[in-house]
């Protein structure tokens, strides 16, 4: 095994250089150059330094394709969170020795599924990295309460791989069926710079300021006085008396109840019985009422089905049906198909010669390349279109619309002719086609029935 070694420090402990020695062959680079020809012989990176210099280490190595997926451990002095979250295995120094064999199997364990990826064509995307790292690592996108960042969450793990917010990128990538999101946390957020450092304050209503306390009210049920306990406290006394009638008050429940609780302001002196809340943002010093605090969703990402059939290929390329059945049909265009079809119109006017069009919709088919192979899907698709292609006849024309609807002109044939092709032609497909793909067909023998397809089939 060969280990690619990067120090920020040269007070290296005796240690971590027989560990190294341990592992096989290792070379240390200079962390100030980005060492290409180092980085291709070697099999895992250990690097060790201050936190930052190994995030920006990181950042640099998760940027290129080439070295993008490369096992990493980071070796420190003192225990940092985020770097331990960032790397493939984090040891302390003096753990360094110990877990040798762990760390060992990791990095064998790594390495054995990057090789089992296609390669890569060119420089890959964001996209495709990150697919990657999460199927060679068997694992999933975990959040990290974080203060350093803006929203108090970061995504250490995948951050080295992005430019932009790792936030947004999360979420298009789940909304493009490449991840699935899973709710872990809810945060509420500056609705001005997004900040999630904010301070939640009870104000009084009338002067705004904070400085306000909460009070019991005393009703006297002799003079029937209500007010706050302070006006019938007498200093340096534990006694009570009422400010109206100058009795005392003994015994509660007697005398006097506290019916409620009110709030004072000691800045202003006015009396409330609720606090308005204000949110003041540390991050851009905006106050604004909490009824516009933003809220915003954290979740732990996981990779679907058709986000580990893409990482694998290492691109994003959907089949389409209509591109598969090209290759074994002299398919038309639409507007070529609607000359043949007025023709057939104008012979079964003059001559009585009977034809009919048609319609094969075929629903389901993203959805099944979503979770499964793109070779499964075009095996599938290449199935279906011979199935068709041995049904039809040679004077029958065909046109592919769109990636789920086909048209079929067949000339010289019946209605009861074409439903009996179609039902034929459907039972043989059901055979092989999966549960989530389903096909309805739609005869059509009349002029008036032909004008709406055409004027629909655009939009279809």
């Given at each position: 095994m060969k280990i690619c070694f990067v120090s920020y420090d040269d007070k290296i402990p005796n240690e971590t250089y027989d560990t190294l020695e341990w592992f096989g062959d290792y070379y240390k680079v200079p962390p100030e150059h980005f060492n290409r020809e180092a980085l291709s012989m070697a099999d895992a990176v250990v690097i060790r330094g201050e936190s930052e210099r190994i995030l920006d280490f990181l950042y640099r190595l998760r940027k290129t394709s080439e070295f993008a997926l490369i096992p990493v451990i980071a070796v420190q002095e003192e225990e940092d969170?985020?770097?331990?979250?960032?790397?493939?295995?984090?040891?302390?120094?003096?753990?360094f020795p110990e877990k040798k064999l762990l760390i060992r199997d990791i990095i064998e364990d790594i390495n054995k599924r990057n090789k089992a990826?296609?390669?890569?064509?060119g420089e890959a995307s964001e996209?495709?990295?990150?697919?990657?790292?999460?199927?060679?690592r068997k694992t999933s996108i975990k959040p990290l309460i974080n203060i350093r960042t803006l929203k108090g969450y970061s995504y250490p793990q995948v951050e080295p791989f992005i430019d932009e917010d790792v936030f947004i990128a999360l979420q298009r990538m789940s909304k493009n069926k490449l991840l699935n999101g899973k709710?872990?946390?809810?945060?509420?957020?500056?609705?001005?710079?997004?900040?999630?450092?904010?301070?939640?304050?009870?104000?009084?209503?009338?002067?705004?300021?904070?400085?306000?306390?909460?009070?019991?009210?005393?009703?006297h049920f002799r003079c029937g006085y209500v007010g706050p306990e302070s006006d019938f406290e007498i200093p340096g006394t534990d006694e009570l008396v009422c400010p109206k009638c100058h009795k005392k008050l003994r015994h509660i429940g007697i005398d006097y109840d506290k019916p409620s609780q009110m709030?004072?302001?000691?800045?202003?002196?006015?009396?409330?019985?609720?606090?308005?809340?204000?949110?003041?943002?540390?991050?851009?010093?905006?106050?604004?009422?909490?009824?516009?605090?933003?809220?915003?969703?954290v979740k732990e990402y996981s990779i679907t089905s058709y986000g580990e059939n893409v990482g694998k290929l290492g691109f994003i390329e959907k089949l389409k049906f209509d591109e598969v059945i090209k290759n074994y049909f002299n398919t038309v265009?639409?507007?070529?198909?609607?000359?043949?079809?007025?023709?057939?119109?104008?012979?079964?006017?003059?001559?009585?010669?009977k034809f009919v069009v048609a319609k094969i919709r075929i629903y389901g088919m993203e959805e099944f390349q979503r979770?499964?192979?793109?070779?499964?899907?075009?095996?599938?698709?290449?199935?279906?279109?011979?199935?068709?292609?041995?049904?039809?006849?040679?004077?029958?024309?065909?046109?592919?619309?769109?990636?789920?609807?086909?048209?079929?002109l067949l000339p010289e044939t019946s209605k009861k002719t074409a439903t009996k092709v179609l039902s034929r032609l459907i039972g043989k497909?059901?055979?092989?086609?999966?549960?989530?793909?389903?096909?309805?067909?739609?005869?059509?023998?009349?002029?008036?029935?032909?004008?709406?397809?055409?004027?629909?089939?655009p939009k279809q």
């Open positions: 969170e985020v770097v331990r979250h960032s790397v493939d295995f984090y040891a302390l120094e003096y753990e990826l296609y390669p890569l064509r996209e495709i990295l990150i697919l990657r790292y999460l199927i060679t709710f872990v946390d809810r945060v509420h957020l500056c609705p001005f710079c997004g900040s999630a450092h904010l301070n939640f304050k009870e104000v009084c209503p009338k002067c705004k300021s904070a400085n306000i306390h909460i009070e019991d009210t005393i009703h709030y004072l302001c000691d800045s202003c002196g006015d009396v409330f019985e609720e606090p308005v809340v204000e949110v003041t943002c540390f991050n851009c010093k905006r106050t604004f009422d909490a009824n516009h605090v933003a809220v915003f969703d265009s639409f507007e070529f198909f609607k000359t043949m079809v007025n023709y057939s119109m104008s012979l079964e006017k003059r001559y009585g010669r979770e499964e192979t793109y070779e499964k899907t075009f095996e599938m698709m290449k199935n279906a279109s011979q199935i068709l292609k041995e049904n039809l006849r040679d004077t029958d024309i065909v046109c592919a619309l769109n990636d789920k609807t086909i048209l079929i497909l059901s055979v092989f086609l999966p549960q989530e793909v389903a096909v309805k067909t739609e005869i059509i023998d009349n002029y008036a029935e032909v004008s709406k397809l055409f004027a629909e089939a």
